[in-house]
T-cell receptor, first 113, second 113 residues
Framework: EPEVTQTPSHQVTQMGQEVILRCVPISNHLYFYWYRQILGQKVEFLVSFYNNEISEKSEIFDDQFSVERPDGSNFTLKIRSTKLEDSAMYFC???????????FGDGTRLSIL | GENVEQHPSTLSVQEGDSAVIKCTYS??????FPWYKQELGKRPQLIID?????GEKKDQRIAVTLNKTAKHFSLHITETQPEDSAVYFC????????????FGQGTELSVKP
């Protein structure tokens, strides 16, 4: 069964540094998402992406965040200047079309020191 | 904004008993309701979902019910087993608005042998 893959599995970064989290969605999927989960809390929506543009973003997704689909397979989340409170598990998800479920990757654990 | 409330936050049952987790959503435009199971340190995995034109759906030991009027939906697990122990998240989606998942706070289910 095809899966969403995310790299790296764990990223440790100094506060103020830029970080890029990478995702390869399932190949025939058209809608892409980033979520984050602070330890012990619920999963929170960050951003959705369709047809090469952001379709919706949450209040969390401020100017420090950006997403990109640089080629036909990768979907990246960049945090320009990381803060301590950015420490969380970041999940990428994708779905094929409306009415279909979202499939999650294994996540990247981001630790900001 | 959209909100999903989930109860209880923790649930402990004996093996073989039933478990029920309840969620309430605020956005009446929500039309898709998935349930995810998350084991420690792993991705959320879809276990069952229901669309707004259906009142009940069953898959072996798992069932979900939806009351659109009351904006309630519930997960029922029968004949629980120790491997059912995990955190369960409900979510609500409005698919004609980008399809972001709005998650509940999660229920930590513990099944004691």
């Amino acid at each position: 069964e095809p899966e969403v893959t995310q790299t790296p599995s764990h990223q440790v970064t100094q506060m103020g540094q830029e970080v890029i989290l990478r995702c390869v969605p399932i190949s025939n999927h058209l809608y892409f998402y980033w979520y984050r989960q602070i330890l012990g809390q619920k999963v929170e929506f960050l951003v959705s992406f369709y047809n090469n543009e952001i379709s919706e973003k949450s209040e969390i997704f401020d100017d420090q965040f950006s997403v990109e689909r640089p080629d036909g397979s990768n979907f990246t989340l960049k945090i320009r200047s990381t803060k301590l409170e950015d420490s969380a598990m970041y999940f990428c998800a994708s779905r094929r079309q409306a009415g279909q479920p979202q499939h999650f990757g294994d996540g990247t654990r981001l630790s900001i020191l | 904004g959209e909100n999903v409330e989930q109860h209880p936050s923790t649930l402990s049952v004996q093996e073989g008993d039933s478990a029920v987790i309840k969620c309430t959503y605020s956005d009446s435009a929500s039309n898709y309701f998935p349930w995810y199971k998350q084991e420690l340190g792993k991705r959320p995995q879809l276990i069952i979902d229901i669309r707004s034109n259906v009142g009940e759906k069953k898959d072996q030991r798992i069932a979900v019910t939806l009351n659109k009027t009351a904006k309630h939906f519930s997960l029922h697990i029968t004949e629980t087993q120790p491997e059912d122990s995990a955190v369960y998240f409900c979510a609500a989606v409005v698919y004609n608005q980008g399809g972001k998942l709005i998650f509940g706070q999660g229920t930590e289910l513990s099944v004691k042998p």
